[in-house]
């Protein structure tokens, strides 16, 4: 796997540094949706980069994280507990870096004591969840567990 500026080289299909600038200049992208979505999908390789040491992409899973912990607090704030459970679902979250950088985060959580919890269903799972609320079907505990113990559960 390609490391640094050769991943985010090969990612935008540039051979160097002054192709980079140019298509940044140009922002990259006209449709502000399809921009947005290359950016987010190049994800991976900025978090991986982080975990490997590069400054560069540390500082911008940093700034991502404060960002995230800003929705957390936003929504911490609507509970009364001061102690407010956290998960994070999605590989970025979930990268090693990301995860650390998280859980550090959540230690020094504003106005509440915010801690991990690991999600106990995935993503997917919650979504035929609510699908299932949505048209009347009751969810019980015994189907949450049939959810979580499926060989299809995805993480």
């Not at 009364?80 to 956290?86: A, K, L, W």
Request: with cysteine.
């Amino acid at each position: 796997m390609k490391h640094g500026f050769e991943s985010v080289q090969s990612y935008w299909n540039v051979e160097n540094m002054e192709q980079l600038r140019l298509l940044a200049a140009a922002g990259f992208m006209e449709e502000s949706k399809e921009r947005n979505k290359k950016f987010g999908d190049m994800a991976p390789i900025i978090t991986i980069a982080a975990e490997a040491g590069s400054p560069l992409a540390q500082n911008v899973c940093d700034e991502a994280m404060k960002q995230i912990m800003v929705g957390v607090e936003i929504l911490g704030s609507f509970f009364q507990s001061d102690h407010v459970s956290v998960t994070g679902i999605g590989s970025v979250v979930n990268s090693p870096y990301m995860k650390l950088k998280f859980n550090e985060s959540l230690r020094f959580g504003k106005n509440k004591q915010y801690v991990y919890k690991a999600p106990e269903l995935s993503a997917a799972s919650g979504a035929v969840i609510k699908a299932l609320q949505h048209v009347s079907v009751p969810v019980d505990a015994r189907m949450i567990e049939f959810m979580r113990r499926h060989p299809h559960t995805a993480w």
